[in-house]
């Protein structure tokens, strides 16, 4: 209470009262995270988001949990304590383990993309095994049919004519002889009846002329048949023809029984669902 004296009465007035007239106002000052704080939230997000987008999340997941608990602690100490000694101290220590996660995220997504490529390796390899492995079966089957022995499973058989060379041709020729035409007449129409089947016409030699001579010399004569099953009405797109010379002897050199049995030509009729193959 402030008294103001007269001479003949004491006034008072209250001190609050002055208040209203006086006023007052207040500053308050906010205090920023410590730089290793700002540091460590920056550098966890890029070392999560790095394992993460590298695939590696399982492989950094250690590190990054302990800096995660380092800088949850330092988020704490500084919400409660901001701009103290602790809150600093805690920042550093949660700035070197978000630092130890980054470099181990980083070596986490490399071993992964090394471990991606040699999958990958790994599967083109096999795929390259398998396709080998089919082709050896491939041939293997080939030649055993060539040899007369049942299909391999899974695999349709070709139907296979061989025409004697001695009703075929005379040594050194590719002339078709008039007793060889019924043959070719009755293969020409069942060849007809199934229009889906490609055909392979081989021809071969005996071994009287040299190779230089013998492997043209089989061409023609496979080329003979084909141009006759042609002229009985096949389709010369479903013929296929190969000379092999004098290779793959079935008689006898030394006999003329045996050279007019190697002076043949092997017909192939193809799996209907099948296309030409290469001789095996």
């Known amino acids: ?55 590696a999340t399982q492989c950094a997941a250690g590190n990054l949990n302990d800096a995660k608990k380092s800088l949850d602690r330092a988020e704490a100490i500084y919400r409660s304590q901001p701009g103290s000694a602790a809150a600093r101290s805690q920042a550093s220590v949660a700035l070197r383990r978000v630092q130890i996660a980054e470099t181990n995220a980083s070596a986490c997504v490399a071993q992964a ?24 079966t491939q041939e293997r089957c080939g030649q055993e049919e060539h040899q007369g022995a049942a299909p391999c499973p899974g695999r349709a058989r070709a139907d296979v004519v061989v025409l004697p060379g001695a009703a075929l041709f005379a040594t050194g020729s590719a002339d078709i002889s008039p007793a060889a035409k019924a043959n070719l007449n009755e293969i020409a129409r069942a060849i007809k009846r199934e229009p889906n089947r490609k055909v392979r016409v081989e021809g071969f030699t005996d071994s009287t002329g040299s190779k230089e001579s013998n492997e043209p010399l089989s061409e023609r004569r496979a080329e003979a048949v084909r141009t006759y099953l042609v002229s009985c009405g096949v389709d010369p797109a479903r013929i ?15 006999t003329a029984d045996g050279r007019a049995a190697n002076r043949r030509v092997r017909i192939v009729i193809e799996p209907s669902t099948g296309v030409a193959e290469p001789m095996p």
């Open 1 to 55: 209470m402030i008294q103001f004296g007269t001479p003949r009465r004491v006034y008072g007035l209250a001190v609050g009262s002055f208040a209203l007239l006086v006023g007052c106002s207040t500053t308050t000052t906010v205090i920023g995270p410590p730089p290793e704080l700002a540091q460590a939230r920056a550098g966890y997000s890029s070392a999560y988001y790095t394992a993460v987008n590298g695939s």
């Open 113 to 136: 993309q090394r471990e991606q490529a040699q999958a990958q390796q790994l599967a083109v390899t096999e795929a390259e095994l398998a396709r080998t492995r089919q082709e050896l």
């Open 240 to 254: 296929q023809t190969m000379g092999l010379g004098s290779s793959r002897q079935i008689g006898d050199e030394t």
